[in-house]
C-alpha cells in the first residue's frame, strides 16, 4: 500500500508486474506509476528505474545489486478508435492505427 493505492506485485528477475487492486476515481498515470515504483522498492529492495503501463497495470524495471536495470520494452502498438451508435442501444467500434 503506498498513497492508498495497494497493489500486487509479481517479480520475475528485474522486472516487476505490479497490478493496482484499490478502487481510485479517475487514476492518472503519473501518480499511480509512482506509487507502483515506490511499492516495487519497498517490496525488493531494487531500486525501480522505468515504469511502464497503463493505471490498472504496470511493468517496473528495477536495478538490484548494482546491476543495470532491463532495458524498458519497446511499447505496442497502439490502435485509436471511435465508438459510435449503432442504433436500438447497441454501439459499433471502428478502429485503425
Same mark, same amino acid.
Given at each position: ?25 479517475? =487514476? ?7 506509487? $507502483?515504483?515506490?511499492? *516495487?522498492? /519497498? +517490496? ?28 524498458? =520494452? ?7 478508435? $471511435?465508438?459510435?451508435? *449503432?442504433? /436500438? +442501444? ?8
Amino acid at each position: 500500500m503506498v498513497d492508498g493505492s495497494q497493489f500486487t506485485l509479481r517479480r520475475q528477475g528485474d522486472v516487476v508486474e505490479a497490478i493496482r487492486t484499490s478502487s481510485e476515481l479517475l =487514476p492518472r498515470f503519473q501518480v499511480i506509476g509512482r506509487r $507502483a515504483a515506490i511499492a *516495487a522498492w /519497498q +517490496g525488493t529492495g531494487c531500486t525501480p528505474s522505468w515504469v511502464l503501463g497503463d493505471p490498472a497495470m504496470m511493468w517496473v524495471g528495477l536495478s538490484c545489486d548494482g546491476r543495470p536495470a532491463p532495458q524498458m =520494452p519497446k511499447r505496442p502498438r497502439l490502435l485509436e478508435c $471511435a465508438v459510435f451508435d *449503432a442504433g /436500438q +442501444g447497441a454501439l459499433d467500434v471502428l478502429c485503425g492505427g
